[in-house]
């Protein structure tokens, strides 16, 4: 039984866990510092299908209509929008892509995602392209509408005041402190061993004369409409990188990939940055620590994060609150043989 647990890190995955949690009627803290570098600047986008293969994304036939229906519940008590549906483009790149795509269209995995192909569908790029559904949540809204239910401390994780083995951190004692901090788990002396890696991504908002405000545009890059001709234009991937200036090469990159999806001239308004924290297998990290069991974590969500939180957060807690197994394939202990 868990009475209380402290979450350290209020971005997506700590806010998730404590959400979780709640429900199941457990008291939590959410201690965060307030420096939040990934879960507020993400594009947000829910996408099904990895394009590159045309492919499944891992497990979306588990974790799409699970994100959905959590994001939709969450959305009934808010007042700012955060969930928008889309039609996400894809703009093909080769003759071989097609093939693929209309083979997809006849495989009953891919049919709640993918749409039939129409006539409109011909006129983009050289090779015409196909429709998914998905949806975009706006990272930045669902973080305060959460935070709105948390017991929010504004602080930062001070290693010396934690003792591990009680579960007492700043003279509190909680059954469980779980550790959702995101790239910084470097900063952690208690999972630091584990390979959450930090990879900068950097996106442009930029003004796009598009009328079309219900489809995101993929091809080299994404374009994503934020309403009022304001696209998101994303994203890069910087390996290691923890700097948090935006630079002009990711900016020419992103205008340069963009020519991928249409010829029209853009208005670049802001650029912003941000650090995912990912993992050398591109799955989440979570468990608890083989020698001190109050502490867990919760942490390299990676590239996928709004798509995949919701459910392992809820497989996390059955996992604390009943010992149900966790799934291998996101137990940290892949990494501790
Ligand atoms: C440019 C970009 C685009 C992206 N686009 C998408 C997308 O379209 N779709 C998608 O699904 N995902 C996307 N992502 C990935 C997504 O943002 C992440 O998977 C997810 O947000 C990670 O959440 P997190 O809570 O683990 O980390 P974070 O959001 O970084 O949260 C960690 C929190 O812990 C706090 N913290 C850390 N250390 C301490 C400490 N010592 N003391 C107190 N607090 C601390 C931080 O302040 C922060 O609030 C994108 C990411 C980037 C950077």
């Known amino acids: 039984m868990h009475e209380k647990v402290l979450i350290i890190g209020g971005g997506l995955s700590g806010l998730l866990v404590a959400n979780a949690l709640r429900k199941r009627g457990v008291i939590v803290d959410v201690l965060d510092d307030g420096n939040n570098h990934s879960s507020r600047v993400a594009a947000g986008l829910v996408n099904p299908i990895s394009f590159r293969r045309t492919l499944l994304s891992w497990n979306a036939t588990l974790f799409y209509p699970s994100a959905k229906t959590f994001y939709e519940e969450i959305q009934k008590n808010a007042t700012r929008a955060i969930i928008k549906e ?113 990879t900068k991504g950097q996106l442009l908002l930029v003004e796009w004369k598009n009328s079309d405000e219900n489809t995101s545009y993929h091809r080299k890059c994404f374009a994503l409409p934020k309403g009022d001709s304001r696209f998101k234009l994303g994203a890069t991937f910087e390996w290691g990188e923890l700097s948090l200036e935006p630079t002009l090469e990711a900016k020419e990159k992103l205008l340069s990939d963009f020519t991928s999806i249409s010829s029209d001239t853009l208005v670049v308004k802001d650029q912003v940055v941000g650090i995912r924290p990912t993992s050398p297998d591109r799955k989440p990290i979570i468990g608890l620590h083989s020698e001190y069991p109050k502490l867990g974590i919760f942490n390299g969500l990676g590239t996928k994060g709004y798509l995949t939180a919701p459910y392992l957060a809820n497989h996390f807690v059955d996992h604390l609150l009943t010992n149900a197994p966790l799934d291998p394939t996101v137990s940290l202990s892949r990494f501790e043989r």
Do not use: M
């Open 86 to 198: 889309l039609w996400l483009r894809r703009i093909f790149s080769s003759k071989e892509e097609v093939t693929t795509w209309k083979q997809r269209l006849f495989n009953p995995e891919f049919t709640p995602f993918l749409l039939p192909l129409v006539e409109e569908d011909a006129a983009f790029g050289p090779y015409g392209s196909g429709r998914v559904n998905g949806f975009c949540i706006d990272g930045e809204a669902l973080l305060n509408q959460l935070k709105s239910t948390q017991n929010l401390i504004q602080k930062e994780f001070i290693p010396a005041n934690i003792d591990p083995e009680q579960g007492v951190y700043d003279g509190t004692k909680y059954d469980k402190i779980i550790f959702c901090c995101g790239y910084r788990n470097h900063e952690n002396p208690f999972f630091k061993h584990l390979p959450v890696q930090a």
